[in-house]
């Protein structure tokens, strides 16, 4: 059996213990007191039932390409054994090409190969099968005993859920530092070649390095500062959109709009967050580009046909969602309380809004821009669609720009050989970036942490 499939036989298994111990604990209510209520002797036998199982699956699908590997050694001719370890490497590749294609090329020691891997696979999903049958079986056989009713069922079923839960946190703290540690060690590589500085200050980018030396920029430009000041200026121009929309359209569903209008809007509007943004890349280039080069060439102004205006007005409209749902929700969890007593004082529903509401729910209000600001700085595809590839250093919307993420993609498009300076830099962007968005993180929490204490 596949994978898929086992772990839906875990499911089914682990759902049937779970019945079976609940009603056997259901069964012992009637005639005494329990430690706890049914549906907890339920889980437990549920977690006998299907942890066992799952860790099997889990431990068995991790070795059983490196005992399938060995065994698979013991079959290939010494010749290729004493070559180097990418030469058997390849050959267990030509293996896996030959199953998959169904050609053997008439090689003995290829077929031979072929059969055997073969056989243990089959050996070794069978043996596989056996056993989660037979842990999920166990389970249920436990929920039919005595012993189980003796247990803490309750407590027990806790403590493997704060295992999980610790687990599970252990593993996104863990793959947040490994992400972290491999941009930075393919950053150091990159600047062994380029110099840090004549990255973060250098004013051209030109990653390309010719194939001569007499050509120009043979040895490549890597000054960041125009895919940053790219960055900026386009995701500034869809915040100066996002924010006001989205604030405004939050301040009035939450304070004046009725609730039918609410629950007809409200979804409405956050259907914005839904659309693909290669649509909205489409959008910005077939649409909204066009409509501002041909309103720009109308009263004189020299209007590139990829602008960061372009991208920047659709990217804005996109975040929307994103500043308007949020900070609705926040304003809406403003106690009914403190508007009550704004209004008792005389204030107006405006003056309550702007010296009541606001600063109360400006926490929240904060880390929905700050969301929306890490959106738009992530943004891609209409970037590429509406904005082009330009490494342009311009304050002016009008004109073509790129962003880091357009040429961290650009980068590493195709074959590439990750020990050239060129694509090395994809990993440089990236940390910059992840550097940038930190400060930025920093700097929100700052003036969130200012005004909670001044309000509560």
Request: proline share 4%.
């Amino acid at each position: 059996m596949t994978a898929s499939v086992l772990i839906l036989l875990i499911i089914g298994l682990s759902i049937l213990a779970f019945l079976a111990g609940r009603f056997r604990a259901a069964r012992a209510q009637k005639n005494g007191r329990l430690k706890a209520l049914p549906k907890h002797y339920g889980y437990y036998t549920a977690i006998w039932s299907g942890l066992p199982a799952l860790i099997l699956l889990v431990a068995w699908s991790a070795l059983k390409p490196v005992y399938i590997h060995e065994q698979i050694r013991e079959v290939l001719p010494q010749s290729v054994l004493t070559q180097s370890n990418a030469s058997v490497d390849l050959y267990m590749n030509d293996i896996l090409l030959a199953i998959q294609n169904n050609d053997t090329r008439d090689d003995p020691v290829l077929i031979r190969a072929v059969d055997r891997y073969q056989q243990l696979q089959q050996e070794s999903n069978w043996i596989l099968t056996v056993l989660v049958v037979l842990l999920g079986l166990s389970g249920i056989v436990y929920a039919m005993t005595n012993s189980l009713l003796r247990t803490q069922a309750r407590s027990h079923t806790e403590t493997v859920i704060r295992v999980a839960l610790f687990i599970c946190s252990g593993v996104a703290i863990v793959t947040t530092i490994g992400i972290v540690l491999s941009v930075l060690f393919e950053s150091l590589r990159f600047f062994q070649s380029v110099n840090f500085f004549d990255f973060v200050f250098g004013t051209k980018w030109s990653p390309q390095i010719a194939i001569r030396a007499d050509q120009a920029g043979s040895s490549g430009a890597f000054g960041a500062v125009p895919l940053f000041f790219g960055t900026l200026l386009i995701s500034a121009i869809a915040l100066l959109i996002a924010v006001p929309v989205g604030l405004f359209s939050a301040i009035y569903l939450s304070e004046y709009a009725s609730q039918r209008f609410r629950a007809t809007a409200k979804p409405a509007l956050e259907i914005l967050a839904g659309i693909p943004t290669v649509v909205y890349g489409f959008f910005a280039a077939l649409t909204v580009a066009p409509f501002i080069r041909d309103l720009g060439q109308s009263i004189g102004l020299d209007v590139s046909s990829e602008s960061a205006l372009a991208a920047g007005v659709v990217m804005g409209v996109m975040i929307i969602p994103f500043v308007s749902s949020l900070s609705d929700d926040v304003i809406t969890a403003v106690p009914q309380a403190m508007r009550d007593g704004s209004l008792g004082l005389g204030a107006t529903r405006s003056e309550t809004i702007k010296q009541v509401i606001i600063p109360a729910a400006l926490p929240g209000i904060v880390g929905g821009v700050l969301l929306a600001a890490s959106r738009a700085i992530g943004e891609t595809m209409i970037v590429v669609m509406a904005a082009g590839l330009s490494a342009n250093l311009t304050a002016n919307p009008l004109e073509a720009v790129t962003t880091v993420t357009v040429q961290i993609v650009t980068l590493l498009t195709g074959d590439q050989e990750f020990d050239s300076p060129k694509t090395l830099a994809a990993f440089a962007l990236g940390l910059m970036l992840f550097v940038t968005t930190l400060v930025l993180n920093v700097f929100a929490l700052h003036i969130v942490r200012k005004y909670r204490e001044q309000y509560e």
